[in-house]
């Protein structure tokens, strides 16, 4: 693994179906860009992380690895816009963990009349997806940025976890869920994570949008998450119902 002089030559179906990193939106994000572009996030924005409170973060999870290369699991929307300069993408799996729709979101795919949902990766039996190559000069510069995305605020925790490529283990950070964040709910019955999903809408699309393209991009790899493809399908009986009911009024 590495030293590829093509970052794609183990999945080339992938060539065209992630984001250019260089003119990613996520690249450039950032609490300030977020206020000017969104004023209605602005009591949203109230709970986010001072840019020291996350740094610390930062600094604390990469302790002890300077000058190392760095592999970064993806699960959720990192899998098809990454926004990191990477050297090379395998398709991975994570043993001990699982994708769930637990993360309540009322900014990137929802708003605080209609909340909508994100994955969090939390305990589970295994989670497929992707683990993306940082060569050890880029990493401080791509964490950064990963950092102004993933720990914007409350909900995600950064850790080491072990994850298996082609048989050989590779120890690959993440982000799980932090279940002492208000915005992590493990308790949202199955209706009401459909409805939140059916029904979430914010600044980078809908929740909606936001499943079926982890769906897609696993069906790609060949690896069928019957969750996530369940919950595709009960989120669009819901619309479709309620299409219904006002076609009907």
């Known amino acids: 693994m590495t030293g590829l002089t093509d970052a794609f030559a183990f999945h080339p179906e992938l060539r065209d ?11 450039e994000i950032t609490v300030d860009m977020l206020r000017e572009r969104y004023p209605q996030l602005e009591a949203t924005l109230e709970w986010v992380h001072s840019d020291s409170e996350r740094e610390a973060t930062r600094t604390k999870a990469l302790a002890g690895r300077d000058n190392d290369d760095l592999w970064i699991f993806a699960y959720g929307s990192l899998m098809w816009d990454p ?34 949902l994100m994955a969090a990766l939390d305990s589970g039996s295994g989670c497929e997806g992707l683990a993306f190559h940082i060569a050890a000069k880029d990493v401080d510069t791509e964490t950064e940025i990963l950092w102004r995305r993933e720990m914007i605020g409350p909900g995600y925790e950064p850790r080491f ?34 409805e939140c999903i059916a029904q979430g809408e914010g600044f ?9 393209n982890i769906v897609s991009q696993l069906d790609i790899l060949g690896i069928h998450d019957a969750d ?22």
């Open 161 to 194: 976890v072990t994850a298996r490529i082609d048989g050989d283990d590779i120890e690959a950070l993440t982000f799980v869920a932090d279940h002492d964040a208000d915005v992590i709910r493990p308790d949202l019955s199955r209706a009401q994570q459909i």
């Open 228 to 249: 996530c493809a369940r919950l595709l399908r009960d989120v669009d009986d819901f619309q479709a119902a309620s299409a219904g009911k006002v076609g009907e009024n």
């Open 204 to 212: 980078l699309g809908t929740s909606r949008a936001y499943l079926a």
């Open 17 to 27: 179906r992630i984001a250019d990193p260089m003119t990613s939106f996520m690249r």
């Open 83 to 116: 926004a990191l300069r990477f050297s090379e993408v395998r398709r991975t799996e994570v043993d001990g963990h699982a994708r769930r729709f637990i993360l309540l979101d009322d900014a990137a795919r929802g708003s605080e009349g209609a909340p909508g």
